[in-house]
C-alpha cells in the first residue's frame, strides 16, 4: 500500500466508527423519540425498518455508481448524508420526516459500503481481509462507546439530540477530510489485475457468477441473518427459556458483543499470516451452529453465557469476508458485487426481524433458534461449495503473509 493513502484509510475506518454509533442510535434513544414523534416502540421500529429499506433499494445501484466513477465520490456523498441524517432526526417535527430521514440513512449506507469495501481491497491489495474485517472492528468500539455518551447528556439533563450532533458534525468534518486525501484509481486496479499482477486475479479457470457469485449472495444473506437473530432474541430467550431476570438477560448481548471484537480483532492477525479469508467462511458457520444447538440442548445460564460469547465470535467479520472473496473472483466489477452481497444483507436485515417475529408468536422462542441452525446449516454448505470452487478456480500458489493494515 502507498503511504498517500493511508489518510483515506484512515478516514474510511472513522466512518464506520460513527456508523456503529448510528446503527443502535434510534433504539438507544427510543424513550425520547417516542414522545417527540408522538408514537410507540413499534413506531420507532418501523423508523428503524426504514433504514434497512433505504439500503435494499439503493445497493446495487451504489456498486454500479462505484465502479462507474469511482470510490471517493460515494464515499465522501455518504459521509455528508449521515450527517444530515443526524441531525435531522432530533429536529424532526412528525413521524413521516423521520422516516424519510431514515430511508436517507439507508441510502447513505449502502453508498458508504459499495464506496469503502473496495477501496479498502484496493488501498490494501496485499492484506484485503484484514484490512475488511477491521470495519467490523471499529463498528463494535463505536456501538460499545454511545451508551456512555447518552448516559453523558442524560445525568446532566441535556437535550438528547447532542448524542446525534456530535457524530454528524464527525462525519461533515471527515467529509471534508476525505475530500482532500488521494485515493487509488480504480481504473488502473483493474488494468492491474489483467496483467496480473495480483495472485488472486490470476485463474485457473474463469469464475462464474451463477456458481460461486451466487453462493457468495447466499452467505451475504445468511451471514446477516443469523448475527440479526441473535441480536433480537438473545434477551428473550434468556427470559423465557431460562428463567433470567431482564438486566441479567441483556448482559448476554455485552457477551455475544465482546466475542464480536475479540473475533475480529484475531481474524485481522490470522488473515494476515496464516488463514485465507474463504477458509473462515466455513469455519465460522460451523462455530456458530455448535454454539446454537448448545444453547437449544443446555439450559444452564453459564453454559449460555459461553454459548453467547461464541455466538458473537463467530458471526463477526463473516459479511465482510463475503465481499473480499466476492471481490477476489470477480475483481474487475468490486463495486457491483460488492452492491449484490450487500442487497442480499438488506433483505436478511428487513426479512428475519419480520419472520422471527411470527415465530415468537407461538410462545416458544427456541423455534427461532432452530431456524437459526437451520440458516447455519444453509451458510455451511453454500461455503463448502464456495471453497470447492475457490481451489478450483484460484492458482495453487504459495502463501503469501499479508501486510498490516494501519
Known sequence: MKKSYMNAAFGMYVNYFLLGMVNIMLASNMTFLTRQLNTDGAGISYIISAIGIGKLLSYWISGVLSDKFGRKPLIITSSLLMAVFLVAIPLSPTYQIAFIFAILAGIANSAMDAGTYPALIEVFPKSPG???????????????????????????????????????????VNMLFLFFVPFPNHHKMVVEGKRGSNEEEVFKEEPNMWKEGAALVVIGFTSTALFTVAQIWLPTFGQNVLGMQDTASVKLLSYYSIG????????????????????VLLVYPLITLAAVVTLLTVHIVPVVIVASFFLGFSTAGVFQLTITVMTQFFYKNKGTVT??????????????????????????????????????????CAAGFVNYRYNKVMPSLPAKKEKTPA
Do not use: E
Open 339 to 380: 452492491g449484490i452481497v450487500a442487497t442480499a444483507a438488506g433483505l436478511a436485515s428487513i426479512l428475519l426481524p419480520l419472520a422471527t417475529g411470527k415465530m415468537s408468536q407461538t410462545g416458544h422462542i427456541s423455534i427461532i433458534f432452530i431456524f437459526d441452525a437451520c440458516l447455519s446449516v444453509v451458510g455451511i
Open 130 to 172: 484484514s484490512a475488511s474485517v477491521l470495519v467490523k472492528a471499529f463498528i463494535s468500539i463505536g456501538a460499545a462507546l454511545l451508551p456512555y455518551m447518552i448516559a453523558f447528556f442524560v445525568n446532566r439533563d441535556l437535550f438528547y439530540g447532542y448524542a446525534f450532533f456530535i457524530p454528524a458534525l464527525i462525519y461533515f
Open 260 to 279: 464480536a471484537l475479540i473475533s475480529v480483532l484475531i481474524l485481522a492477525f490470522l488473515l494476515k499470516n496464516v488463514v485465507k479469508p474463504v477458509r
